[in-house]
């Protein structure tokens, strides 16, 4: 059976994204948009206030969702997202004001800034966690400071008086001749709160889209660290300079918005405390989450409001001092302290992990698929691993030394050898880690050009760790997926459309993922949060990953560290069905038990180089091999039962 052909109607059996829940995202985004626009019709003075607040509330809520791409799925930390807003507003209405139509204003300033965003990618691309904060929160002040002191930007300034008498520096932009106008009279109906509403429900959408799709999972991979992320097939690089793009993008549009909305700009309203405060949205609400964001942005209003903050300056007066004013800002801060704090996941966050643990609503485990799955790649040539004369030095220190290795497809070729011997560097130079100095490695009859994990992937290598690496926070079944990359997948404009091709990439993935499941007879733990497994379960969902990758070679890194009897007993069952299936496996393991069970050659590494090899009767007799490995053997027992 054709897999494309039945995968949607299988998706709607395993209960995943499709086509139909992102339509029912966008209904329900525009007739909430549409309710929240409703009051402001009114035309009370008290309405103009109301939506000013939605507006701005769209604003932000659109350069959130950007930030939540790239912090909570890509784990990016970025303070820049004002600087993105700001580049957003300030180059819409440069643009305006020097004749661009509005629309055309936008896509020039939402370019610059994905230019912007992507430079500032390669800046910190090989910075991780607090150093990319750094970088980005320079490039905030950086900006700040500009528009402070650069006279160009000194024509955008202009505050609501100017537009009360009709007037205002940037004129409204329109759409099907009708004037956007902004919700500042009484009266005047501000449909460009309506336009901006409509807009984040859109962001909203796409958010989902992108992070429930393949590329989503890559951004999860490169969270979860540059180096897994490499061995599950992904260009880390690529990836992350498009997060940075895209979310420099949303807050662009979103700095449009809040043009299209006010119509006049001021450095003030994009000062580093706006990247603090959209950070404190998407933590409140709830990072990774689709509804995170339109949450934290309603919280934040809501903390800002006259009446709250009257509330806490009348607390702060009565109990702490009423020579100081805590400020918006410092409560910002405190509540991001709070959040980090008692409410890791947000609010959204807390309440879906609360709703997965209340047993009533775990989803029933999904339904494995009936299309014929091979268990690898097509094996192009039986010696699916060939490495030849391969060595590498560290300062000195050669820790793979003229190694010679073949693994054919339908075998496990165990790699032993005590601490130190080269086991770990020589997989690295396998898995394309790092380059070899000498010697060639060939795979699946294509030859290893230049070394990097994802490209090793591609020609069929896939493996699992010394220590499990998985996403604790997702769901096996995602985990597993992640584990799947579509060769010619949809493009990441088809894939924020959710055009049929996307949505046939990710059931596809899902189709593999459950198979892979199915294969290591695991189906029924597919909708529990991998970090809720016991660390024997841990390892198997990591062999499913490896598998669902469709490898020609297999590397486990000693797979059975850490497994009780029963768990190393089934360990044993799935490497026999695997060789059984036609796959290879390169296998680094201590437990002799497990080794001679499953090898069917065994080569041990001493320092470097290759110490014996031959299969497991003869390296049990190998009296090399006991001296520097097993040990001195007592008469009568045998070196398994020594070493265990
Ligand atoms: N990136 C590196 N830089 C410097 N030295 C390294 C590096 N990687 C490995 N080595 C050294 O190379 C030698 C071989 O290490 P390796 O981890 O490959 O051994 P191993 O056989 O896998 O040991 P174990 O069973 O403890 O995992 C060791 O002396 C190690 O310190």
Redesign the pocket.
Known sequence: MNAAATAPARERRTGGHSGHSSTILLVAGLVAAVALFLPGLAGSAGSVDYMQKVGLGAAYLIAAVGLNLLWGCAGQLSLGQAGFFAIGGYGTAIGVQNGLPWFLAVVVAVLVAAVVGALLAIASLRLEGPFVAIVTLIFTLLVVTVLNQAPAFGRASGYPSTVAQGTSSVRPPELFGLHLDRPFLPGVTGWAVLAAAVLAVLAVVLYRNLAGSQFGRAMDSVRHGDLVAAHLGVDVFRTKVQTFMIAAGFGAVGGAVYLMVFGHLQPESFLLVLSIDLLVMVMVGGSRTVLGPVVGVLFLLFLESDSTTGWIVDLQNSWISDKWFIGSTGISGLVLILVVKFLPGGIVGTAQKWWRQTARHRPAPPVAGDTDHTIGARVLDPQVLVVENASIT??G?K??SDVDLTVEAGTVHA?V????????????LVSGV?PVDTGTIRINGGQVQDARPDKVKALGVTRTF?VPHLFVDRTVLENVMAGVRAPGAAGLWRIAANSPRAVRDSAQARERAIWALGYLDMLADAERLAGDLSYGRQRMVEIARAIAGRPALLIL??PAAGLNHHEEAELVQVLQRLTADGLGVLL?E?HMDLVTRTAAVITC?DQ?RVLFRGDPAAFLADEQVREAYLGAVTAGATPTEELR
Request: charged share 10%; hydrophobic share 40%.
């Open positions: 560290f300062g220190l820790a793979v790699l050898g005590p601490n130190g011997a080269g086991k770990t560097t020589l997989l690295n790092y010394q890194d000693e680094v201590h590494m470097g």
